[in-house]
């Protein structure tokens, strides 16, 4: 009588790929990634397909560089505003509130692989156009991508929620930029867009921000001689760029925005 040893599954044998490189949660959450950088392109290129025909004089207007913002801003809009949704009760889950460093909870996993899905679509979409953007975007969605992707060994997944909170001012910023091309500009409603999206913008990114960057340096510093120094190092560089890109942010936006209070309705013919 013969008999077989049958060899390790595809699904253990991926778990034990994710182990080996020190992202061991991250085996049940990768799928959730894929998916969400694939729904990312299908959102760009339901836009590609709709926009012509939903706006049709302002878009087809617009050189083909800006249809291609256009399209990425879309994907940035939904994401925004469902990962905020999304992430704002994984603050209050307990495995993570205990334990604020190293806790874990799956639900955070599944909610986390869809902010780096995006971001993982944002990095690869930022890189084919770096001419056109240059390189400040690309290190934020790269530093996004670095932080959400390196929570899975896992570390600081509490921390994860708070700084996806930052996302709730690119609803404004978005809209700002979609009020530009269809012709509000200088109108009250784009004036209104334009100080709540500073106002936003400066108490979550800026206060918030850099006051749980405080509480997370509290949880760390104790610690820091038991973590490994390349993921302080990966964290303190990540951090550090998004919030100086913040700072930069700020003041670009706060310029614009003391422009715009001064500023009269361009007579510009509403497209559609």
Sequence with gaps: ?????????????????????????????WKVVLLSAAACQGTFCLSRALSPLVFRKTYRSLSHAEQISWDAHAVSFLHCILIVILALPVRFEPHLRNDRVYGYSSHAGDVYAIACGYFLW??????????????????????????????????????????????????????????????????????????????????????????SLYYLLVDIVPIAPTVPLHLLTIFGVALGCLHLLNILWFYKIFLRFQTLLTSEPVNKMKAS
């Design 1 to 29: 009588m013969s008999s077989t040893v049958s060899g390790p599954t595809l699904e253990q044998s991926i778990q034990t790929i994710f182990r080996e490189f020190g992202f061991e949660k991250l085996a049940f959450h």
């Design 122 to 211: 944002d990095t690869i979409y930022y890189s084919k156009y770096i001419k056109e953007y240059g390189f400040g975007l690309l290190i934020h969605a790269c530093s996004c991508f670095v932080l959400a992707l390196f929570s899975y060994r896992p570390f600081v997944m509490y921390y994860g929620s708070i700084f996806l909170m930052f996302e709730l001012s690119t609803p404004f910023l978005n809209a700002q930029w979609f009020m530009d091309k269809l012709g509000f500009v200088g109108e009250v409603k784009h004036k209104v867009n334009s100080g709540i999206l500073v106002t936003i913008f400066f108490c979550v990114r800026i206060i918030y921000g850099f006051s």
